[in-house]
């Protein structure tokens, strides 16, 4: 699904440059669960971003389905995360002057579905993520859970490829928290989905699969359960140990 | 979905949307109430000077009158029976007068009409006489008094008033019956005059001299000792004066004297219609050259040397007011601008989630653009209404607007110095005149005056002007808010807190 290769992302802040991503090297196979945890500020929202074509690298490839976002122009990169990434966010990010199902049907607007069928689809997706009885809600009226689902739903209903999940349990208590990632396990087995969940939650990223470290831009890779750790194994030789970095300062 | 985010957002920030719809209302309702008056002004303008000298006619020629030429100022000579030697008849002969004489204006030939008529751009010229008659009776005394000068004298001296009217001879040729006096005049009763009366001794009254002096349809009037049968009576305006009694240019023509000469194939007042607005001052450089000692007036001229108050609120309109509406407008677009953007940065997280759902930015462009030309177009609707109201108000809280035009010798009001009712004060020995019922009527020393009442008429044009207005400021305010929205990039956008 991906393969990033020497990919880094540098800010400027004042006269100095922030070095948010240092030399990543990751493959992410199709259907994987990675977790990617580590102190805030060390670079792990900057790679989902990258994943998701939200930014550009400053340099590096990013290779999803053997297409490099970082050369493909800006309306490419849209056209690849209308119809194959889905994103969960920390704060939600419903748009607050839309309805549960309206927000869901957000997602299928640039895929020009048919009103009636875009419709259908969000009812279902509502419905997966067991909120059928509040599609006409706004946003303000559910609880933070409540959000978070109709959050999952939308990122869903397109079917895509990619779930990124930037601390989708930040802002919920524990036993809601619980509840998403229960949900978030159930869909990714029940859609086939690859999916690469960003958090700082022991707890949250123990679920997955392989679980990386961020520290200071670099990524390790910390544990690997996957069926197919050993083929994949062989091919890891560059998720060696991060080397001492200075720490990043944004 | 984009009528429904459109019509959730705008109800969500509905006090800032109703702030940008007032400021934009307002700048749209002040420039159309600014050109209704500017229109209604123009119209009262138009008025003003088609009640002058007629509807279609474009330019007055007119000519200086020669020294000595006035009729009824102190050298005129009376024409004692018919005789123009000014032979003194015995004492004690009562004398009947009646004397259709030119009155402040020089005279023109006839032929200079022609030539008028053919110039290039022209589409009709017309000639006209202004003319007063005037009527007396005296006996002459014994001694050996002069014999000249208004009044009668009666053995002691005592002054009885001469009586008067205004005589218009009209060319009733061709097409030129459309200019001239006459063409604005309102038809009471009777018929107006036709090219088949262009030498029948036949006359058109007006209807407040007819009333003033018992005339009807079928009457006869004295013009000049010649009896005119009256065919028909028209009303006019009173405030524009108008003459008393319209007879053919030809019988005036053979009837009238100036200075003692007769005025046979003379006229003292050219009216031209020149074939578009366009080539109005051509047409007037042309008879300019053509006829290089008149006076050649067109309306635009007349139009500056309007003064009283519709020429203030002319300037009032098209200075202050102009300047006025295109402030405010600019202001409302700045303001709805502005708004518009600060709206835009508060939103730049749920626009960066839209993009990181796949929106192109054209989209979320679309949509604060939309957004923005709806409240624009709100704002229009209530500014077409405010400057309805606005108009509305002005037709009907405003004083009647008075207009004069300066008298001066050879002005291109029919005429020349147009003859208004005055007080008296005339005579050799000055003094006023137990006039009576009687209307005396001098050359003018007073300027005329017009009253309009003002309207201020919305035009399909100032509304469609609205309306570009409205869409303008959407177009200008959204513009600016979804160009900051596309800027962002997703991740930036949502990096920011809110």
Redesign the interface.
């Known amino acids: 699904m991906y393969k990033l290769t020497g990919v880094t992302k540098d800010y400027p802040k004042g006269r100095g440059v922030v070095h948010a991503l240092q030399g990543i090297d990751l493959t992410i196979e199709d259907g994987e669960w990675l977790a990617i945890q580590g102190p805030t500020g060390h670079g792990k929202s900057?790679l989902l971003?990258m994943l998701?074509g939200?930014?550009r690298p400053t340099s590096g490839s990013i290779l999803f389905d053997g297409e490099d976002l970082a050369e493909l122009r800006?309306?490419q990169v849209?056209?690849v995360?209308?119809?194959s990434i889905g994103?969960i966010?920390q704060t939600f990010?419903l748009?607050?002057?839309?309805s549960a199902q309206?927000n869901v049907?957000?997602?299928l607007?640039?895929?020009h579905v048919p009103t009636a069928e875009r419709r259908r689809r969000a009812e279902s997706a509502l419905a997966d993520v067991g909120l059928a009885d509040r599609a006409r809600h706004l946003p303000s009226e559910l609880s933070g859970g409540q959000q978070q689902r109709v959050a999952i739903a939308?990122a869903l209903v397109?079917e895509p490829r990619v779930l990124l999940a930037d601390e989708p349990t930040g802002n919920l208590d524990e036993g809601t928290r619980d509840e998403i990632i229960g949900l978030l396990e159930k869909l990714w087995r029940d859609h086939n989905l690859t999916m690469v969940l960003v958090t700082h939650d022991s707890m949250v990223a123990r679920r997955a699969e392989r679980i990386g470290i961020m520290k200071n831009g670099r990524l390790t890779i910390k544990q690997d359960t996957r069926a197919r750790t050993t083929a994949a194994a062989a091919g890891q030789a560059q998720d060696a140990p991060a080397a001492q970095q200075p720490t990043p300062t944004a | 979905m984009f009528l429904t985010y459109l019509r959730r957002e705008l109800r969500r920030r509905a006090r800032q949307a109703s702030i940008i719809a007032l400021g934009l209302a307002l700048g749209i309702g002040l420039v159309i109430t600014v050109t209704a008056l500017s229109s209604g002004v123009k119209s009262a303008q138009g008025d003003v000077l088609h009640s002058l000298y007629g509807q279609d006619t474009d330019i007055t020629v007119t000519k200086t009158p020669a020294a000595g030429s006035f009729g009824g100022g102190a050298g005129t000579r009376f024409h004692f029976g018919g005789s123009s030697s000014g032979s003194r008849p015995k004492a004690g002969t009562k004398v009947n007068i009646d004397n259709l004489t030119s009155t402040g204006l020089g005279t023109i030939s006839g032929s200079d009409v022609t030539s008028a008529g053919k110039l290039r751009n022209v589409a009709a010229a017309a000639g006209g006489l202004t003319l007063s008659d005037v009527k007396d009776s005296i006996t002459i005394p014994s001694s050996s008094s002069s014999s000249g000068g208004f009044g009668g004298f009666s053995g002691s001296g005592t002054f009885h008033a001469p009586t008067s009217m205004t005589v218009d001879g009209t060319d009733l040729s061709g097409n030129a019956a459309a200019l001239g006096p006459l063409s604005t005049a309102k038809l009471a009763s009777g018929r107006t005059l036709d090219s088949g009366d262009a030498n029948a001794d036949v006359a058109v009254v007006d209807s407040d001299y007819a009333k003033s002096s018992k005339l009807t349809v079928g009457s006869t009037v004295t013009i000049a000792k010649t009896s005119f049968k009256v065919v028909g009576i028209v009303s006019q305006s009173a405030s524009t004066d108008p003459p008393d009694v319209y007879i053919p240019l030809a019988r005036a023509q053979a009837l009238g004297t100036s200075a003692g000469k007769s005025l046979k194939g003379e006229v003292n007042t050219i009216y031209v219609a020149a074939d578009s607005a366009q080539n109005i001052t051509t047409v007037s450089k042309e008879i300019s050259t053509l006829m290089p000692s008149a006076t050649v007036t067109n309306q635009n001229d007349l139009a500056k040397q309007l003064t009283g108050s519709v020429a203030s609120a002319s300037s009032l309109a098209s200075n202050l007011g102009r300047w006025l509406s295109i402030a405010v407008l600019v202001a409302a677009f700045l303001l709805a601008s502005l708004l518009t953007a600060s709206a835009v940065s508060r939103r730049v997280r749920e626009f960066g989630t839209l993009k990181a759902l796949g929106w192109t930015s054209r989209r979320v462009v679309g949509q604060v653009v939309g957004e923005a030309i709806t409240i624009g177009v709100i704002g229009g609707i209530i500014g077409v209404g405010l400057g309805f109201l606005g108009s509305t108000l002005v037709t009907h809280l405003s004083s009647p607007l008075t207009a004069s035009v300066s008298p001066t010798t050879g002005s291109a009001t029919p005429g020349g110095a147009r003859t208004f009712t005055g007080g008296g004060g005339f005579g050799p020995g000055g003094g006023s005149f137990p006039g009576g019922a009687n209307r005396f009527r001098a050359a003018a020393s007073t300027t005329p005056t017009v009253h309009v009442h003002l309207i201020a008429p919305v035009t399909a044009g100032a509304i469609a002007a609205a309306v570009i207005l409205a869409i303008l400021g959407g177009l200008i305010a959204g513009g600016f808010g979804g160009w900051r929205a596309a800027r962002l990039r997703p991740a930036a956008a949502l990096a920011r807190v809110e």
């Open positions: 900057t971003q998701g939200l930014d800006e309306s849209t056209r995360r209308a119809e994103f966010f990010n748009v607050p002057t839309l309206e049907e957000a997602a607007v640039p895929l939308r397109k």
